[in-house]
């Protein structure tokens, strides 16, 4: 593979390993991102690609969703306030999510505080964000 793609293109040896790295490199990358859509209290569509691992939050803000958290992901407050699909299967709310969410407004079925989970298993979905909660 790396003779041939010496020959075929002309690269000198050093350039040609240079792409292969970034290929393989590429491909770890593309292997550990989510695509998410996030969808504002305006109906605003943001659609996202984040690092799994990366919190609900830090996602959303990295696409330039308007997501705020007050607590600092202490669990004591609604600011990080979302809406999750039912297609993603999260653990029942401990009782610290659930009283921070029943100060949220607009608070649905499947609203969850999004400082506490990764995207890992969202991707693909569309998570709405409503307005934010005054705190």
Request: hydrophobic share 35%; net charge positive.
């Amino acid at each position: 593979m790396f003779g041939s793609l010496v020959s075929r293109t002309g690269l000198t040896r050093r350039s040609a390993l240079n792409v292969l790295q970034f290929k393989s490199l590429s491909n770890k990358v593309s292997e550990n991102l989510v695509s998410i859509t996030f969808v504002d209290h305006e109906g605003k569509r943001y659609p996202c690609r984040a690092l799994k691992g990366t919190n609900l939050v830090e996602a959303a803000r990295s696409c330039g969703v308007v997501i705020e958290t007050q607590c600092n992901g202490e669990v004591s407050c609604p600011t990080c306030h979302v809406v999750v699909p039912a297609e993603v299967d999260l653990p029942v709310a401990s009782q610290y999510e659930d009283y921070a969410l029943s100060f949220a407004n607009d608070r649905a079925k499947r609203s969850r505080l999004g400082c506490l989970f990764t995207v890992d298993k969202f991707d693909g979905t569309i998570v709405y964000v409503p307005k934010l909660t005054p705190w």
